[in-house]
């Protein structure tokens, strides 16, 4: 849940907000993500309650159906078999008398520790922040505390504990965003809470009534703004049997590009304290996605052994412009979901992110070609905006300036994405279009660093209306961006700049869209 928030202002911008736009065809819309998750309408933020259940992946989200921009906030609802295609349910948490419905997570008691099942029933069990306006209003640090709702439908109806709060405000302005985990060897729920500029854990046998365990942040990690939307997970190390948990620690400002982006750390947690690993420890910041629209994301809980994967999705916008981006009808998208590896490089151990396999079904038939000498631009075949590409560079000579991708369209708009061999990094430009004088934040050079090592740069990246997703080098460099041209991006090239000797070889798929 956003750390910063002026609730009046916002309230009142909600207010004078224009009237929902009639629904609209693909076309009317176009910047509408095709095959990316979106709001039907109004707006949304983060994902929420994220939980595989008899076979349903649900998405919950922060939602408030009246406005296009932020306002008291609701729990949004979809679900997906396959992860691409998803289902629009009814809302799921409305705000009551305790306050608006903030973040939080969502998990499957199949012991029924809670007691909220019935008749065998399996309870889905929801666990939030509570968030109270009134007392935000009046000055209050305890404005914010974590409640409960439980469903024995499947996710479709929803019913509030009656002991809500379950965890009070001991006097903490920002306490919220629970992450609620089962731990299997100590046989109890763990809560990891954002606290301010650190995380809190608690520790119940029953997600009812829960105790402090410990407290990690402190001088840890990046703290250029509000911590928030935790998560804890355990991952092996290049996929063989040691183990690290990760804690993913969301944070706003103070992203490596600007705004709000993802921190991660890995390290051990015995159920009760999690210690940083090395290079880990320290005020050292690592980033799950260096580029600017990647925010809050967290992971399914409940996928089964079988699967074995953990699956993220993030908020695929930014807090320095999310209310501003030129949307009429609906306003933010969520990522691709991901699955997340633990990989050991030269500089320590490193949190890989790798687009699910479900999304290679959205693929068209493959161009494949292979360039000795890349000309300073090279047409790339497939037409129109929706595209993925696997592009490997390397120079055997004197290297390029740069070399990659750019999009385009007949208005002499552009999206630039490369590499920048003397410098190391990779390079996002999404320039000064008309169409992103939305916001002074917007346009700019992103830059991330190079973190493999090896002769040849390789680089996958998936293009959407409106998006573009790069994982470099495995999933080790990761950058998402955002882009609002004023007619689609319907052409691509490679390009060189700045001379030298650049070899390429390239894999382009057409991309069908689901909606």
């Known amino acids: 849940m956003k750390a910063a928030v002026c609730l009046l202002p916002l309230l009142l911008l909600a207010a004078c907000a224009p009237p929902p736009a009639a629904p609209a065809s693909g076309t009317d819309e176009p910047h509408r993500p095709r095959f990316h998750f979106t709001p039907d309408s109004m707006w ?8 595989y259940f008899d076979g349903e992946y649900h998405l919950f989200y922060q939602h408030y159906p009246d406005s296009t921009v932020w306002g008291p906030m609701h729990w949004g609802h979809a679900v997906s078999r396959d992860l691409l295609r998803w289902e629009h349910l009814p809302i799921a948490l409305y705000p009551d008398s305790l306050g608006y419905i903030f973040s939080g997570s969502a998990v499957a008691d199949s012991a029924n520790t809670s007691g909220f099942g019935a008749a ?28 409960l709702a439980y469903s024995l439908d499947r996710g479709r109806s929803w019913t509030k504990y009656r002991g809500n709060p379950v965890l009070p405000n001991p006097g903490i302005r920002d306490f919220r965003d629970p992450k609620v985990i089962w731990h299997a060897p100590s046989r109890r729920w763990v809560m990891v809470l954002a606290a301010k500029d650190r995380i809190h854990f608690y520790t119940s046998p029953n997600l009812r009534e ?7 942040g402190a001088g840890e990690g990046a703290h250029g703004g509000v911590w928030e939307c935790p998560d804890l997970f355990e991952l092996p190390v290049d996929g063989g049997p040691e183990t690290q ?7 706003n400002p103070g992203g490596p590009n600007g705004g709000s982006a993802t921190q991660y750390f890995a390290g051990t947690f015995d159920g009760t304290r999690f210690i940083p690993g ?4 320290g005020q ?6 260096a580029g600017r629209d990647n925010y ?15 699956i993220l999705i993030g908020w695929m916008s930014n807090w320095d412009y999310a209310q501003t981006v030129p949307t009429r009808r609906w306003r933010s998208a969520m990522t691709l979901p991901r699955s997340l590896h633990l990989r050991r490089t030269p500089g320590g151990l490193r949190l890989a992110s790798w687009p699910v396999e479900e999304a290679a079904r959205l693929r068209g038939p493959a161009v494949r070609t292979a360039l000795p000498a890349l000309a300073d631009r090279h047409p790339l075949p497939a037409s129109g905006a929706l595209r993925e590409l696997e592009l490997a560079l390397s120079w055997p000579g004197p290297a390029p300036a740069a070399a990659g991708v750019v999009l385009e369209n007949d208005r002499g708009e552009s999206l630039r994405i490369g590499y920048q061999p003397a410098e190391q990094q990779y390079v996002i430009d999404r320039g000064q279009a008309p169409r992103q004088a939305f916001s002074p934040k917007f346009a700019g050079i992103q830059t991330a660093p190079r973190i493999a090592a090896g002769d040849t740069v390789r680089m996958r990246l998936i293009f959407d209306a409106a998006s573009a997703e790069l994982f470099a080098d495995g999933g080790l460099t990761v950058m998402t961006s955002i882009f609002f041209p004023e ?29």
């Not at 829960?210 to 990690?216: D, G, I, P, R, V």
């Not at 948990?245 to 944070?251: A, E, G, H, K, Y």
């Open 284 to 289: 050292q910041a690592h980033w799950m996605d």
């Open 245 to 251: 948990w990760v804690l993913l620690v969301s944070i």
């Open 296 to 310: 809050a994301g967290v992971t399914w809980s409940g996928i089964p052994q079988a699967d074995g994967r953990r």
């Open 210 to 216: 829960w105790t402090f365990a410990s407290e990690f």
């Open 120 to 147: 065998g029933q399996i309870p889905l069990v929801a666990i939030f922040t509570h968030h109270d306006p009134a007392g935000e209003r009046a000055g209050r640090d305890d404005f914010q505390y974590q409640s």
């Open 44 to 51: 949304m933020n983060d994902p929420n309650g994220l939980v």
């Open 278 to 281: 090395e290079g880990f420890g």
């Open 487 to 515: 007619a689609p991006f319907t052409r691509a090239y490679l390009f060189r700049e700045g001379g030298g000797d650049v070899q390429a070889a390239y894999t382009e798929w057409p991309l069908q869209p689901v909606r």
